[in-house]
Structure formats: structure tokens, C-alpha cells
Nanobody, 123 residues
Framework: QVQLVESGGGSVQAGGSLRLSCAAS????????MGWFRQASGKEREGVAA????????YYAASVKGRFTISQDIATNTLYLEMNSLKPEDTAMYYC????????????????WGQGTQVTVSS
């Protein structure tokens, strides 16, 4: 499996920004998508942003479109999530994930997961 370690979470005021990073091991053979997911207390996990590793095309949940930007640095095997104009409803544990399967939707069948990094937005 791909080893993933998230960092960059923290507590910010509404309207603030954070950049999350996900350091991946070099064992990234046949990773089709990388994604960011989040799970708030008492709620189901949801996909936030994903990127097609073969070309860098991004995908976003409607709730974060225009505010978040996903990117990847192939040279360093690092995934990023730039989070701007943060809202209290963005508060959640954020997870980095890798999709090594060729089937399923953009948000399904992710096989490798990081431990998560907490993002708390106050207002």
C-alpha cells in the first residue's frame, strides 16, 4: 500500500486559510487518483477534492468549489490542499487517500489512507 502522512491542520478563524500537505511514499505505482476527504463529528465521510494523477485534472465537491485547490508535486510525491475562505462547516478531520483501482466513481474505491489531520474553523 501507499503510505500517506497528512500535515498542516490547525485552528483558524472563519475566512482564514490553511494548506494541507500529504506526503506519500515512493510506492505510488498505478495510483489513478489522489484525494482529500473529510469527516465531521457525527457526519459521514465526504469527498472534498480529487486529482487525476495522470494529468492533474482536479475535481471538487460543490461545497468547496472556488475556495479549495488541490494540487500535486510529482517530484516530491506530495499532495496539497489549499483551503481559502474557510467556514465553520469546514471543520472536520481531513484525510489524504490514494485510489489504486481503475473502477468506481471519482470518490469511490480509495484503497490507501492517511491518519488524518484536524481542521477547526471558529466563528
Amino acid at each position: 500500500q501507499v503510505q500517506l502522512v497528512e500535515s498542516g491542520g490547525g485552528s483558524v478563524q472563519a475566512g482564514g486559510s490553511l494548506r494541507l500537505s500529504c506526503a506519500a511514499s515512493r510506492h505510488t505505482y498505478n495510483v489513478y487518483f489522489m484525494g482529500w476527504f473529510r469527516q465531521a463529528s457525527g457526519k459521514e465521510r465526504e469527498g472534498v477534492a480529487a486529482i487525476f494523477t495522470g494529468g492533474g485534472r482536479p475535481y471538487y465537491a460543490a461545497s468547496v468549489k472556488g475556495r479549495f485547490t488541490i494540487s500535486q508535486d510529482i517530484a516530491t510525491n506530495t499532495l496539497y490542499l489549499e483551503m481559502n475562505s474557510l467556514k465553520p462547516e469546514d471543520t472536520a478531520m481531513y484525510y489524504c487517500a490514494a485510489k489504486r483501482k481503475a473502477y468506481g466513481s471519482i470518490w469511490e474505491e480509495y484503497t490507501d489512507w492517511g491518519q488524518g489531520t484536524q481542521v477547526t474553523v471558529s466563528s
